[in-house]
């Protein structure tokens, strides 16, 4: 099963809090019920900012310090992969059309 961060645990429209009671409650249901978060992805609030590459450093910081590192953590928590369109891609590529062109080939 895969749970999208923006309408299960996403962390920058939620509290650590409830992040920390959703894994606690994801782990409890998994359990009872012999299952398991294969993946954990962003959903269309991420896609829609790109967060890690916007333009501005700022910007970039705080997706990476607010959003992925506390993304990251959910994941391993959850023994769960992790991934969004955006990490497929280096920032080599994405900062050159061309390349990016290519690598979407």
Known sequence: ME???D????????NALYLDEWVQS?????AKNNIKVANIYSGHGTYTTLGLSHTDRNIRE???????????AISGELDAGLGFYCHAFPD???QVPEAYQQAEK
């Open 3 to 5: 749970a999208s961060a």
């Open 7 to 14: 309408n299960e645990c996403d962390p920058l429209y939620t």
């Open 26 to 30: 994801v782990k409890k249901y998994s």
């Open 92 to 94: 080599s590529v994405l």
């Open 62 to 72: 705080h997706i990476f310090n607010n959003w992925l590192k506390k993304m990251v």
